[in-house]
């Protein structure tokens, strides 16, 4: 008995230093929009995607960085889009490798199955190590 993954989560980190904060922002601004504006192509809901920043300095300059997070449950839909995340963005965009995952709901209804199916191969026996157990 199996189940398989139904949805994914795929992050992209963007980041960028510059001698400004500005310039630090927009390019990370660019990538983005970019990224985001590709995201609503193929139909992927906003309630999918979360974007987070955050902005610090290193010495004289500022370090900006941008997480995406996005959830699919499409997975052909999901590699066209990293696909052309890779060949389109440059070095500082980073998508890392999905992490597949089963709906909890899904992991619940396995786990009746697997009890009765359990109880259908093993019905008998069980009853009599509950009588055995219960009668001592």
């Known amino acids: 008995m199996s189940c398989v993954p139904n949805w994914a989560l795929v992050t992209v980190k963007v980041s960028s230093?510059?001698?400004?904060?500005?310039?630090a922002k927009n390019r990370v601004s660019r990538c983005l929009d970019y990224i985001t504006q590709n995201l609503q192509k193929p139909d992927?809901?906003?309630?999918?995607?979360?974007?987070?920043?955050?902005?610090?300095?290193i010495g004289n300059a500022y370090h900006m960085e941008a997480e995406v997070s996005i959830i699919f449950s499409e997975f052909e839909k999901m590699q066209d889009i990293c696909n052309l995340f890779v060949e389109k963005l440059d070095s500082s965009v980073i998508i890392n490798p999905p992490h597949f995952n089963i709906h909890q709901e899904l992991l619940r209804i396995l786990d009746?199955?697997?009890v009765s199916v359990l109880l259908e191969m093993h019905g008998e026996k069980l009853k009599k190590y509950v009588s055995l157990l219960v009668s001592h």
């Open 17 to 23: 230093t510059k001698n400004s904060a500005s310039e």
């Open 44 to 57: 992927v809901q906003a309630e999918n995607i979360t974007v987070t920043k955050d902005i610090s300095r």
């Open 112 to 114: 009746v199955k697997f």
